[in-house]
């Protein structure tokens, strides 16, 4: 059994994101189950899909001003960085270090994408962000200055004001 499956939980109310992202948590569940003979090529086509989706939400991110130096998009490289390491050693023959990336994926995987995807779904909703053509219909909406956290109030340049009694 995988250890992640789709659910409506990981859903983010934007169909292309929620479409590559249940095609990510399929081809992780592929990588889980392959034998070792297919394993590489499974986790192969995994980094690929992987390094197309991020690259997407980092186009998207920097042509809305989410910024491409945010933390969000150095997730995204750190993560992919980890991948392609994992397929060099897998390529060595450590498949095990292949099986232990694909599992700590599925645990990595949803608290990404419920908190920063959720983020940058939701900002391009409001600035009407067309992925297909890459149009904004809702410019006044953009942020007047690039966004440097990830959008998230977890890791935003926001600073709480100190409370007044």
């Known amino acids: 059994m995988p250890n992640l499956e789709w ?6 109310d934007l169909p292309v994101m929620d479409d590559t992202h249940r095609e990510f948590v399929d081809l992780l569940a592929l990588v889980e189950a392959a034998p070792d003979d297919t394993l590489l090529a499974h986790w192969r086509t995994l980094v690929d899909h992987t390094d197309d989706h991020f690259g997407r939400e980092d186009q998207w991110m920097q042509a809305t001003r989410f910024s491409s130096s945010n933390c969000h998009s150095v997730q995204h490289k750190v993560v992919l960085d980890v991948m392609r390491e994992g397929l060099k050693h897998g390529e ?3 498949l095990a270090i292949v099986r232990q990336m694909a599992h700590e994926l599925g645990i990595w995987f949803p608290q990404h994408a419920q908190a920063m995807d959720a983020a940058l779904a939701l900002h391009l ?7 297909a053509t890459g149009e904004i219909t809702l410019p006044d909406a953009l942020p007047q200055e690039v966004i440097h956290g990830c959008g998230g109030s977890t890791c935003s340049d926001q600073r709480a004001e100190p409370a007044t009694a």
């Open 7 to 12: 659910s409506a939980a990981l859903e983010l």
């Open 92 to 94: 060595q023959g450590n």
């Open 125 to 131: 909703r409001r600035v009407g962000y067309d992925t």
